[in-house]
Every structure is written in structure tokens, then in C-alpha cells.
């Protein structure tokens, strides 16, 4: 089985980055413009899992739906996670200077350029799907509904200012901690599974077990970062280990400790691998849920 999800990853990846370079393929007389171009897909291309856009791919596929029509969600949703970690990245938020072990957006260019590749990589994706010929005007609208309400003030976005305002408090507790985490991870996963579902015109009933599976690998994929945080290196992470701690971030391991807390992601992946026995056909993501609780970065 490992060869066959090996193949099977490499082929989405495959298919990811030779769609997420078509759509930034675009070239102007202006040299200023290909330069913010240029920084998009510097970003865009410095490598990662790539998990919500195969997470949309896969759960496509699961609810009979073709490759063409996850295209432009895939896509979209992979913009707006690169998006959130180039501006995660710059001073006035984590000040990393480097990410997947390249220097950050802001180092490689400029603050104001990674300002405004991020910028132009918010907006982007909702023209992708707009014009996604293959899919039909109702499920465009979803889908820009559903991108749009995961990124925005009740999705990514909203857990990001929760947890700046944390790194201020010394009264964090865990329920403070999921409710924050559900929505600066756990938004962009839960929509990338039900974008899935939506191209593929799935009914409702199916959209709301891919979600609920979606709820529980969000916050495991969570749990697990911040373990990493304390127990990987640099060079294994591609970027620097202990900045929580050095931020005041309140995680799951300051909660609960190290045991505890991957004993909650082990419970956490368990439920969500329950959940796939109501996908035909799911061997693939069952093995990349378990692999996301094994990883090492």
C-alpha cells in the first residue's frame, strides 16, 4: 500500500503544481508586475505537503467527480493557504525569516512586495473559480461562498487575530485553544474536503461527513505542529523550532504537555479514520490521515 499511496501522492502533487503554475503563468510589459508575479510564485512553489488541495482532489474523486472540476478549487484554496503564510511570516506577525528552509517572502523580495503577493494571492483564487469553465454557475458560487466565509473573519483570518490577542493573555484554556484553532487550521481544511464534494455535486449528507472528518484532522494537524515545535529540529522543519514559546503562544503542549497532547491527536485521527468508513474507495486518504499524525514535519 505504501507504494500505491506514494504514486498516487506524487501524481495530485503533479497535478497541483502544473495547475497552480497555469494560472500564475501570466506576463505583462511592466517590470514591476512580473516582479510581484515572480514573488506569488516563489511562495507558491517553495514546496509543502499540499494537503488541502489534494484533500479537495480526493474528496472529488470519493463523490464520483472528475480531476478538471477540483482544477480550480485545488487550486484556489492552496493561494489562499500561501497567502496566510507569507503574511504570518513578515515582522508585524510571526517575523519568521524563512519557511520549507527558503528564506520568507519578505526576505527574498521585499516587505512590501510579500505584502502585496499576499494580497494578490487573497483575491486571485476567486477569479479561478469564476471562470472555471468546467463547473457550472451554482457550484462556482459555493464554492467562492465557502472559500470565502473559511478565510475571512469566522474562518482562517478570525483565528489568526484570536491567536495574537493570546500571545497577550496568560489565561488561555484548552477551550479557547480548540475554538482558535478551528478556525485558523482548521477553517481552510474543513472547506478544502467540502469544496471537494461540492465540484463533484455531492449531496448534503456527504458534505457533512466529509466536514466532520475535516473538524478532527484540523485540529490532530494542529496538535501536531505544535508538538513539532518542541520536538523537531530546524533543519527537519524548514524553519525555526521553539518560536511559540518564544512568542508566548498558548498550544496544546503548554496545556497538556507533550504525552497528552499526542495521545488527544491520536484520538482525534482515530475518529476521523472512523468516519472514512462511510467513503467507498477512501484507502488512499486513510492512509494520509495516518500519515499526517506521523509526520515529522
Known amino acids: ?43 507558491l512553489e517553495a514546496g509543502g505537503k499540499r494537503i488541502r488541495p489534494v484533500l479537495v482532489m480526493e474528496f472529488c474523486r470519493l463523490c464520483g467527480g472528475k480531476a478538471a472540476s477540483a482544477a480550480a478549487p485545488a487550486a484556489a484554496i492552496e493561494m489562499i493557504h500561501t497567502f496566510s503564510l507569507i503574511h504570518d511570516d513578515l515582522p508585524a506577525m510571526d517575523d519568521d525569516d524563512f519557511r520549507r528552509g527558503k528564506p520568507s517572502c519578505h526576505k527574498a523580495y521585499t516587505e512590501a512586495m510579500a505584502i502585496l503577493a499576499g494580497d494578490a494571492l487573497a483575491v486571485l483564487p476567486f477569479q479561478i473559480i469564476a471562470d472555471a469553465s468546467e463547473l457550472d454557475e451554482k457550484t462556482r458560487i459555493r464554492l467562492i ?25 496568560n489565561d488561555v484554556d484548552e477551550k479557547n485553544l480548540r475554538y482558535m484553532y478551528s478556525l485558523k487550521t482548521g477553517a481552510l481544511i474543513r472547506a478544502a ?39 523537531s529540529t530546524t533543519e527537519e522543519l524548514g524553519k525555526m523550532v521553539g518560536s511559540d514559546d518564544k512568542k508566548n503562544k498558548t498550544t496544546f503542549v503548554k496545556v497538556m504537555g507533550v504525552e497528552k497532547a499526542r495521545n488527544e491527536a491520536d484520538k482525534l485521527t482515530k475518529e476521523a479514520l472512523g468516519i472514512l468508513d462511510d467513503f467507498s474507495g477512501s484507502d488512499f486518504l486513510m492512509a494520509l490521515t495516518a500519515e499526517l499524525l506521523d509526520r515529522r514535519k
Not at 16 to 41: C, G, S
Open 1 to 43: 500500500m505504501e507504494k500505491i499511496f506514494d504514486d498516487i501522492m506524487s501524481d495530485y502533487v503533479t497535478t497541483i503544481e502544473n495547475n497552480l503554475k497555469h494560472y500564475t503563468n501570466a506576463k505583462v510589459d511592466n517590470k514591476a508586475q512580473n516582479m510581484l508575479t515572480e514573488a506569488m510564485r516563489y511562495s
Open 145 to 169: 461562498s465557502e472559500l470565502a466565509s473559511a478565510t475571512a473573519v469566522n474562518g482562517m483570518i478570525g483565528g489568526q487575530v484570536i491567536d495574537i490577542d493570546n500571545e497577550s493573555r
Open 193 to 231: 474536503c467540502r469544496m471537494g464534494c461540492i465540484a463533484a455535486g455531492a449531496d448534503e449528507a456527504l458534505i457533512d461527513k466529509a466536514d466532520r472528518y475535516a473538524s478532527k484532522l484540523g485540529l490532530a494537524f494542529q496538535i501536531i505542529d505544535d508538538i513539532l515545535d518542541v520536538t
